[in-house]
């Protein structure tokens, strides 16, 4: 057996914030949001996602406030 | 003076009625300390991501305005104590400048450095 990082084809991870020139990320775009939490909830890491720092602590930020805002779950329903 | 965003989540139970009464109040209370109301939003009724005091849905709205600081504890305290509000958040609202000076060069990089990859690429193809 291969170890995992053998078999694996690596392919450069880019932030998908800076290729789509997003300059803001608002905490009332939950759409846009929910494709950086996981679906147990939780905010996709940067080693995951490939997300620049600008953007990650954006998203960190906005997903924060729209968890508050019940626009975003703070954990899914069946771990709760 | 600053400006801020402001949502509340009213209890879905209220009426449309009573909802333009409570935001005519906000609003009030905002043109009183010589503030300024830019915007209303209404989102309507939405469903809620985790239930909040048993509430599955709640009715938003958001209103943008100007506002001495001051005003945001006051009006922190005012919701809390209002049984109506299941949830509210203010913040602070971004300045629409987005430096564009500033967004060229960063989006330019990672440009600049894809075509130098390419070209000794293309070389030996």
């Not at chain 2, 989102?43 to 600081?69: E, F, V």
Request: hydrophobic fraction near 35%; aromatic fraction near 6%; charge should be positive.
């Amino acid at each position: 057996m291969a170890r995992e990082g053998e078999s694996r084809s690596f392919r450069r991870k880019f932030c998908k914030l800076c290729f789509d020139k997003v300059d803001r990320i608002d905490y009332k775009d939950d759409r846009r949001l929910t494709r950086f939490i996981t679906d147990r909830g939780k905010i996709v890491p940067r080693r995951i996602s490939g997300t620049c720092a600008r953007h990650q602590s954006q998203i960190t930020e906005a997903v924060k406030r729209a968890r508050i805002l019940a626009l975003l779950p703070f954990t899914s329903e069946q771990y709760r | 003076m600053k400006t801020y965003e402001t949502t509340i989540i009213f209890d879905p139970g209220l009426e449309e009625a009573r909802i333009n009464e409570e935001v005519d109040r906000v609003s009030q209370s905002i043109s009183q300390a010589a503030g300024e109301v830019i915007e209303v939003q209404r989102w309507g009724k939405r469903k809620l991501a985790y239930n909040i005091r048993k509430r599955r849905d709640g009715t938003y709205i958001h209103i943008k305005h100007k506002s001495p600081p001051e005003l945001i504890g006051e009006m922190d305290r005012r919701f809390r104590l209002n049984e109506s509000v299941l949830r509210h958040l203010t913040v602070l609202a971004v300045k629409e400048s987005p430096r564009p000076a500033e967004e060229p060069g960063r989006v330019g990089e990672p440009a600049v450095a894809q075509a130098a990859h390419v070209a000794p690429h293309e070389e030996k193809v």
